[in-house]
């Protein structure tokens, strides 16, 4: 039983929809992030839940490793064949599968992007509001956890997946949950797979939440003299109760940087950008009360529109800004780290990364979805640099240290893959552990994305 045995019957099943084109196996082993290029033996395009079912039976008979493979956006190594095996890329199940409008909600399959979802639903009224920046996979969002520049209004895909149909390791084809919007019967299968990285099982069907398209629609953005009165205007707007549907946090560094992709004109300080969703008079109401609030904490050079091009224009830059920061080092490759910490302790945490920055000698502009405590810190490095290598490792390693002592999370929505897993142990305690019964009761052979999430060795 070899991976080259698992290959050979997989050819029978998939014919030439297995790759093991080196080209295709380079573009499904690399990462958005600092990762080694890590290659999977062969890629596998399936088609079908059934193609999945006999794809993962092959795979445990042989002991190969599977790894699911959306849109390739996941930043801490989710998707790198770490100890080889099948990449399974769902480029191929796509589709829309069903839209029911009067429940609100719609089925589709795991390769369909967020974007795709919501051309689709254009006449619908509805849409679908998990915003990552990325166009990622809906599977792959799931799979993550993510989140994103609207969490603060619709929440999360923990909050937006009412069920899913999951191929277990052992070819099992299980449906969990139900379109009914709250259940009691039993353990809650889909809010375990969602976010599980596809250590448990390959996702394979997807039933989202939808919401309404709002009336109308305004976006802002402003200016702070420094990182504290930004911050403390996010923590006097959430605590106010205003309704808004995103509230990004950028600092001087990350506005530098969006300047010169984008060549706006913002002034060299941290902003925060923020959208309102709702009917026309609550949408220019609650911009008038941000604004007060704004002026409040000493911020200036409001401006808020309700034009559909000025909004996209702001979001694209702000979606752009990973790869606007990317280019203001030439050469460079990201560290890219998120944390999470409870609003109260958001300006704490921000400031004390920004002095820890400082004193690193690195450049790592920092911007995030603050109405929710998430921030992110871009570590620029130098990858042929040890120094540089160890230096940003160490950086990285303070924030997620500084979040937990804060009550946060080690990461609050890139996922853990192989990037955040030396935190797990000190962010869960025993619950690491379960984890780990959980992956050997579904998963024992260990061919489910090996080397990502739980406790390594054993099961894991």
């Not at 573009?27 to 079908?48: N, R, W």
Request: charged residues 20%.
């Amino acid at each position: 039983m070899t991976i080259d045995a698992a290959v050979t019957d997989l050819t029978g099943l998939l014919g030439d929809r297995l790759s093991r084109a080196p080209a295709v196996r380079e573009a499904h082993g690399g990462s958005e992030s600092h990762f080694a290029l890590t290659l999977p033996d062969a890629v596998a395009f399936p088609e079908t839940t059934a193609e999945v079912a006999a794809l993962t039976r092959i795979c445990t008979h042989h002991r190969c490793p599977v790894i699911g493979w959306g849109a390739g956006t996941s930043l801490e190594g989710h998707t790198m064949a770490v100890r080889g095996g099948v990449t399974v890329d769902f480029a191929r199940m796509n589709r829309v599968l069903a839209v029911n409008a009067a429940d609100m909600d719609a089925q589709v399959q795991p390769g369909l992007t967020r974007e795709a979802l919501n051309a689709d639903l254009r006449a619908t009224g509805l849409f679908f509001p998990v915003d990552p920046g990325a166009n990622a996979t809906l599977g792959g969002m799931a799979s993550t956890r993510a989140s994103g520049t609207t969490a603060v209004r619709y929440g999360t895909m923990r909050d937006n997946v009412l069920a899913l149909e999951v191929v277990l390791a052992d070819g099992r084809v299980i449906r969990t949950g139900t379109r009914a919007r709250k259940s009691a019967a039993g353990y809650d299968l889909t809010g375990l797979l969602v976010g599980a990285e596809g250590t448990l099982g390959l996702i394979t069907e997807l039933t989202l939440r939808l919401h309404g398209q709002p009336e109308a629609v305004s976006a802002a953005i402003c200016a702070f003299d420094s990182i504290d009165t930004a911050v403390e205007t996010v923590i006097a707007t959430i605590q106010m109760g205003i309704p808004m549907a995103r509230i990004e946090f950028l600092d001087a560094a990350t506005v530098a940087a969006c300047n010169a992709r984008s060549g706006a004109a913002m002034p060299l300080v941290p902003h925060l950008m923020v959208e309102f969703h709702g009917s026309p008079a609550a949408v220019t109401e609650q911009a008038e009360v941000f604004g007060e609030v704004v002026a409040a904490q000493g911020g200036a050079g409001f401006q808020w529109s309700a034009q559909a091009e000025d909004r996209a224009r702001l979001w694209r830059m702000r979606h752009e800004a990973y790869w606007a920061i990317l280019a203001s080092r030439p050469g460079a490759r990201a560290i890219v780290t998120d944390v999470c910490v409870p609003i109260s302790r958001l300006a704490e945490a921000v400031t004390q990364t920004q002095a820890d920055i400082a004193a690193s000698g690195l450049s790592a502009p920092i911007l995030g979805h603050v109405g929710d405590g998430n921030f992110h810190a871009i570590i620029l490095i130098d990858p042929a640099s040890p120094d540089d290598i160890a230096r940003g490792d160490a950086l990285a390693h303070r924030m997620v240290d500084r979040a937990l002592r804060l009550g946060g999370t080690a990461t609050g929505e890139h996922g853990v893959g192989v990037g955040k897993l030396p935190y797990m142990q000190a962010e869960h305690g025993d619950g690491w552990s379960v984890m780990a019964a959980l992956k050997g009761a579904l998963d024992p052979l260990n061919i489910l994305n090996p080397g990502k999430l739980v406790r390594q060795g054993g099961t894991g």
